[in-house]
């Protein structure tokens, strides 16, 4: 046996093997360097010309790569526990049915947002149906509040003043100090909404801005939003090579 171990040794010499190259012998394991070979044996290993190996940089190096993936493996799930606490909900998608329209039916379904600015409750969710025989659209609307704890279930009803073969428009005023007009356009399908101060001189509606611009939104696109802000940056770097990986 310890021959025929020379005798590898020796051929390994006289052809150079690569650097990687193991031999096993006793249950050790030992690294080959660059040209050179190595004899594992019990406790420290011994180059061929007698010298003494560097013990066992396999496993060394092995053990720092499983520590480092088990680090990064939890960065991962800390960073997925911080979005989900902060978006606790995923939103509906958005749909607006208008084949019905010339029948006086028409409907939407999706997530209001404001055109530059952050809602105060920006999960939630809305479906409006409009009816042109009754001369309403009614929007029933789903919400979390208070740090998102609260579910609110909400029904309002705006009366309608013009439907034609392009859009339908319609306004309420139940606010005290706001009036909300909504208009969905038939081609585009779009549902956009302008909020105006019914008394801007009213000191109890002196914090309102002037205009509010709302769109009818994919809630899908809004939890998506919501979620890439919600990312701590450490947890951006933690993400980065999957997002590398996988582009």
Request: charged letters at 25%; a positive charge; aromatic letters at 8%.
């Amino acid at each position: 046996m310890r021959n025929a171990a020379w005798r590898m040794l020796r051929w390994i010499r006289a052809n150079r093997m690569p650097t990687g190259l193991v031999i096993v012998e006793g249950g050790d394991v030992a690294l080959v360097p660059d040209g050179e070979a190595c004899f594992a044996v019990k406790g420290e290993g011994k180059m061929a010309d007698g010298t003494a190996s560097r013990g066992r940089p396999v496993w060394r190096i092995l053990k720092w790569i499983i520590f480092a993936l088990v680090a990064w493996v939890l960065v991962l799930i800390a960073a997925g526990n911080e979005i989900d606490s902060k978006v606790p909900a995923l939103l509906p998608m958005r749909s607006v049915f208008t084949d019905i329209w010339d029948g006086g039916y028409a409907s939407a379904e999706g997530t209001w947002t404001i055109e530059g600015a952050k809602s105060a409750s920006p999960f939630q969710t809305s479906s409006v149906t409009c009816r042109r025989r009754e001369g309403l659209c009614k929007e029933a609307r789903a919400k979390l509040v208070n740090d998102n704890d609260y579910l609110v279930a909400e029904m309002e009803e705006y009366r309608i003043q013009k439907w034609d073969e392009h859009t339908i428009v319609f306004t309420t005023e139940s606010a005290t100090c706001a009036r909300y007009t909504y208009t969905l356009d038939r081609a585009s399908k779009a549902l956009v909404g302008v909020r105006t101060l019914k008394a801007p001189d009213d000191p109890r509606c002196a914090q309102l801005e002037d205009r509010l611009v709302l769109r009818l939104e994919d809630g899908l696109e809004v939890h998506r939003r919501a979620r890439a802000e919600a990312m701590p940056w450490w947890g951006e770097i933690a993400y980065a090579p999957l997002r590398a990986l996988f582009r």
